[in-house]
């Protein structure tokens, strides 16, 4: 698979002038259950990338507020769980459908950890690397 194949079935991509605030940049990222945009100059070229954490590391510089705002008024509290015995497979399914990077596993109503899409897509490649290697064994008769 190609990054084509993938980007065939996205949807429009989402920008933003660099002159734009911050807080517009943040309603956008909002609005489109997104993590970036891309930044664009006046003459539609691409400039730069502003993300979630780049939201977050200026908001700890400047924001006073956030020393006054509950966590219980701002976090998720509809969680979409997983359980130890969940595929890897189905797991980041359910994570990409609901547009989720962070998934809470419980098991017996107790924290066993949570998993986020980047261990994911890890353990998918080094899934891959094994089953490539046992291949490469089985068929030439190389050992490691």
């Not at 259950?33 to 891309?38: C, D, R, T, Y």
């Not at 976090?75 to 797991?91: C, F, W």
């Not at 998934?103 to 899934?127: F, N, R, Y």
Request: aromatic share 4%; charged share 30%; with cysteine.
């Amino acid at each position: 698979m190609k990054l084509k194949d993938i980007l065939a079935n996205k949807s429009k991509v989402v920008t933003i002038n660099k002159e734009k605030t911050v807080h517009e940049a943040i309603s956008i990222l909002c609005q489109n259950k997104i993590g970036a945009l891309l930044v664009l100059d006046d003459k539609e070229r691409l400039c730069g990338l502003i993300s979630e954490r780049d939201v977050l590391t200026e908001s700890l510089n400047r924001d006073n507020l956030l020393r006054k705002t509950m966590v219980k008024n701002i976090m998720t509290a509809e969680l979409i769980i997983g359980i130890p015995d969940d595929d890897v497979k189905y797991s980041m399914g359910i994570m990409t459908q609901n547009r989720i990077r962070h998934l809470p596993v419980i098991e017996e109503e107790k924290i066993v950890g949570i998993i986020s899409i980047g261990d994911l897509v890890k353990a998918q490649l080094d899934q891959r690397e094994y089953e490539n290697r046992y291949l490469e064994q089985y068929m030439f008769g190389v050992t490691p």
